[in-house]
């Protein structure tokens, strides 16, 4: 399975962006597609995931509220909807995927896409 992530861009604090996960290639039963996010010098961290057969979605309460990820089963897409951006936000923001339940380690997680940068300004 292959996965791309876009969307990114540079906005300022307050604004919103809505980055997406295409998921293309060889059939993947049912995965969890969770989003994660590394800036220079940091941990990558854990932002949800959803279930792909249930539209189950699962957050970690630094995020919950103002991050929010959805599916589009028709064009094989994951969502990420942040809003109100902050300077700490700005990061290298990637998807990724693996089989079973949902994690928030990234070394369960077995495929990733490329990333895509968001930069929020103040």
């Known amino acids: 399975v292959q996965l791309q992530a876009s969307g990114g861009g540079s906005v300022q604090a307050g604004g919103s962006l809505r980055l997406s996960c295409a998921k293309s290639?060889?059939?993947?039963?049912?995965?969890?597609v969770a989003w994660f996010r590394q800036a220079p010098g940091k941990e990558r961290e854990f932002l949800g995931a959803?279930?792909?057969?249930?539209?189950?979605?699962s957050y970690p309460t630094s995020v919950k509220g103002r991050f929010f990820i959805s599916r589009d089963s028709a064009n094989n897409t994951v969502y990420l909807q942040v809003n109100s951006l902050k300077p700490e936000d700005t990061a290298a923001y990637y998807c990724?995927?693996?089989?079973?339940?949902?994690?928030?380690?990234?070394?369960?997680?077995?495929?990733w896409g490329q990333g895509t940068q968001v930069t929020v300004s103040s």
């Open positions: 290639g060889r059939a993947f039963p049912d995965p969890v």
């Open positions: 959803i279930k792909w057969s249930t539209g189950t979605t």
């Open positions: 990724a995927a693996k089989f079973g339940s949902v994690s928030q380690s990234r070394y369960e997680y077995g495929h």
